[in-house]
């Protein structure tokens, strides 16, 4: 019980609303600005990471201004803000695909409960509204499917352990990343482990990692929250690389390599953050 308070305490300190299934968030601006101030910018980061783990239906971006300039400029004004909250989004990771609507809407003089200063008020209304719509739960029908699909799948373990040949590409489809991190998900760490003990085992195979981003604009790498340089990609496979040099694979046999976002896969943004390897040669067998 204390542990669910906590976690409700301080999501509503982070601005985190929820309201009938929905999250919503706000980011406030400058007068005449539409960069976001760096404040800001940490609050949604944080706002960002609470919904990682949520199975996203869709998210709206609404632009809004106070009542000071004309209405052309404050239709601009809002749109510029909504647009550069959606950039932010797609440098951490969150797919463009899921963003419904942004859309500057101008401007907006709310009244605000127990505050009379106008200049305050004016404040609060130079803003961006993010809405995020989860998707409604899973039926029993559509978990069955999924379970029977993936019962019928080649594990990543039983492929390695099977026939290969150089250009063969094996996806690391159950190592998942943290959004805008290059750290697997704790649920990833054991799978993870399982591979590097067949990889140490076979080590009659050379190969390359390839890490992968989702999301971003133009085949471009994401930003890595930790370092805030752009090559989340390479910080992906060079994280796989190092766990796997460190449980034992012969570093002469691997190299690592960042493939920014140039080959999504389609379908869930979460399996384009991935790191897959690609054999480069296989030692002929003696038998």
Known sequence: ???LILSIFFLLNLGVVFSQNKLTHEVYFDTDKYIVPSTEENRLLLFISTITD???????????????????YNLKLSQQRANAIKAIFANNEISEDLITNVDGKGEILLKIVNEKNLLKIRGLNRK?????NPKPPKTKEEKKVEAIVKAEKKTVEEKLKGSLKAGDK???DNILFKTGYSTVT?????????????????????????G???CTQF?????????KKRNLSEARAKYVYDYFAKKGVNKKRMRHLG????????????????????ITYVVASNN
């Open 1 to 3: 019980m204390n542990k």
């Open 54 to 72: 949520v199975d996203i239906e869709s998210i709206s971006i609404y632009g809004f201004c106070d009542d000071v300039g004309a209405d052309s």
């Open 128 to 132: 961006v509204e993010i809405i995020v």
């Open 170 to 172: 094996i996806i690391f």
């Open 186 to 210: 704790p649920s990833s760490r054991k799978t993870l482990e399982s591979i590097a003990k067949i990889l140490v085992e076979r080590d009659d195979i050379y190969f390359t990692i390839q």
């Open 212 to 214: 992968h981003v989702c």
């Open 219 to 227: 085949s471009r790498d994401a930003v890595d929250r930790k370092t």
């Open 259 to 278: 493939m920014r976002r140039k080959f999504p896969l389609g379908g869930d943004p979460k399996f384009d953050r991935r790191v897959e390897i690609l």
